[in-house]
């Protein structure tokens, strides 16, 4: 190709990959509003639609159940549509799910329909690194850091203005309002299929003008200790993560806290995961071997569980804080699938296997962790039982830090 074909094709390049770059990020701002505008409310809802701790154990299990289940099939859904039409998909089911749950009559049709709602995120879970991936190879560290400090925002903001939208308009439309989100979503992903028609599967680093990757196939992942150390690392973060989005309002309400601090304190444990967000990708990227920001994230980890447990009420920003700080390795996680492997199909093949079964485990933490509350009469066992995920995560983290790529390792 000649410098001036080059020059001829960059605008529409340009605008190819702006239109993408929009649609990861609006994407990334949808993929766990779902999941955090609901927790601060389930007081409320429990009341309205008469249910009680139990229910709250399943719904929090919901969100990583159905992550899980959708993780280990969007690598089949994506051989049949290809990744940008997986993510049209994903954004259409997340959008008609959050609207719809906000009519719910009863228990049975808010979970059901929050489970639509979590399918589509559960396959923008996975769709999103490969996507990034293939159109971004040349900024992995950029828009990394970008897609999933909005995935950190959806975090953040959602359970902030839950109580507040709650009281001036009720829950329904608390939790209804987050679908105008999905809809902004799909848009751009709209455009995309529509401008990619037929050519789904094709490597969009040779049309960028960079050198042509081999679109290798996944090979045996389950026989690489790398991809079994993303798994246990990934794992981990999530059960802890889910486990807090899910009881630490009711831990701190314990405690003598007000529904709204409570709240609150959710908002604040997003916001620390976003901080994290903005420094974790970029240092994976610059760093051979990122282990020591593991050791630091389970450092934070049982910091903020100790004081969580001793002092809920004095000091409470700050364990949540701490706590929300070791939230880093997700964002690791998410990173190094793209820096540990060497092309698209690889980066989806790994985000596959590492989401698919790190929800599995994770989807046991809120219904467990509200179990052994029950069981034990405390929260002294469940956090404890946190602290030795912190020790699985030191264990996964060390293997999959590691300087080698996915390809070599099996």
């Known amino acids: 190709m000649t410098e001036a074909d080059v020059r001829s094709r960059a605008p529409h390049?340009?605008?190819?990959?702006?239109?993408?770059?929009?649609?990861?990020?609006?994407?990334?701002?949808?993929?766990?509003?779902?999941?955090?505008?609901?927790?601060?409310?389930?007081?409320?809802?429990?009341?309205?639609?008469?249910?009680?701790?139990?229910?709250?154990?399943?719904?929090?299990?919901?969100?990583?159940?159905?992550?899980?289940?959708?993780?280990?099939?969007?690598?089949?859904?994506?051989?049949?549509?290809?990744?940008?039409?997986a993510a049209l998909i994903a954004m259409t089911l997340t959008t008609i799910g959050m609207a719809t749950r906000a009519f719910a009559?009863?228990?049975?049709?808010?979970?059901?329909?929050?489970?639509?709602?979590l399918a589509g995120m559960g396959i923008g879970n996975v769709v999103i690194p490969p996507l990034v991936k293939r159109y971004f190879s040349d900024r992995l560290a950029v828009v990394s850091t970008l897609y999933i400090c909005a995935l950190q925002i959806s975090t953040m903001v959602p359970p902030l203005l839950a109580v507040p939208v709650a009281e001036a308009h009720g829950w329904r439309i608390s939790i209804g309002v987050w679908s105008l989100v999905g809809v902004a979503a799909a848009v751009p992903w709209l455009g995309v299929v529509l401008a990619r028609r037929g050519r789904d599967t094709e490597d969009v680093s040779?049309?960028?003008?960079?050198?042509?990757?081999?679109?290798?196939?996944?090979?045996?992942?389950?026989?690489?200790?790398?991809?079994?150390?993303?798994?246990?690392?990934?794992?981990?973060?999530?059960?802890?993560?889910?486990?807090?989005?899910?009881?630490?309002?009711?831990?701190?309400?314990?405690?003598?806290?007000?529904?709204a601090l409570a709240g609150a304190s959710v908002a604040a444990f997003g916001a620390m995961g976003l901080i994290?967000?903005?420094?974790?990708?970029?240092?994976?990227?610059?760093?051979?071997?990122?282990?020591?920001?593991v050791v630091a994230a389970a450092v934070f980890y049982l910091v903020g569980f100790a004081g969580l447990y001793f002092s809920p009420t004095s000091g409470t920003v700050l364990w949540v804080c701490f706590i929300g700080l070791g939230t880093m390795t997700f964002p690791m996680s998410l990173t190094l699938i793209n820096l540990r492997t060497r092309t698209p199909a690889g980066s989806s093949g790994l985000s596959g296997f590492t989401q698919g079964l790190g929800y599995v485990v994770s989807a046991t933490g809120p219904l467990s962790f509200g179990l052994l509350h029950t069981l034990s009469g405390g929260w002294a066992v469940p956090i404890l039982v946190l602290t030795g995920c912190v020790a699985v995560l030191l264990v996964g983290g060390f293997f999959c830090c590691r300087p080698r790529m996915l390809e070599d390792t099996w």
């Open 105 to 117: 009559p009863g228990t049975a049709s808010l979970l059901g329909l929050s489970a639509i709602a």
């Open 13 to 85: 390049l340009f605008r190819g990959r702006v239109l993408v770059f929009a649609a990861i990020i609006v994407s990334a701002l949808t993929l766990r509003a779902a999941v955090t505008s609901i927790s601060p409310l389930f007081g409320r809802i429990g009341a309205d639609l008469h249910f009680g701790s139990a229910v709250v154990g399943l719904v929090g299990m919901l969100p990583p159940a159905m992550f899980a289940v959708f993780g280990l099939l969007t690598p089949i859904i994506v051989k049949r549509t290809g990744l940008e039409r």
């Open 206 to 259: 040779a049309e960028a003008g960079s050198a042509a990757v081999h679109e290798a196939g996944p090979g045996k992942i389950w026989r690489s200790s790398l991809a079994w150390g993303m798994v246990c690392m990934f794992a981990m973060t999530s059960f802890i993560t889910y486990s807090m989005l899910t009881w630490l309002p009711t831990i701190l309400t314990d405690a003598g806290i007000d529904e």
């Open 276 to 293: 994290s967000s903005l420094v974790a990708p970029s240092l994976c990227a610059r760093l051979r071997n990122p282990f020591g920001l």
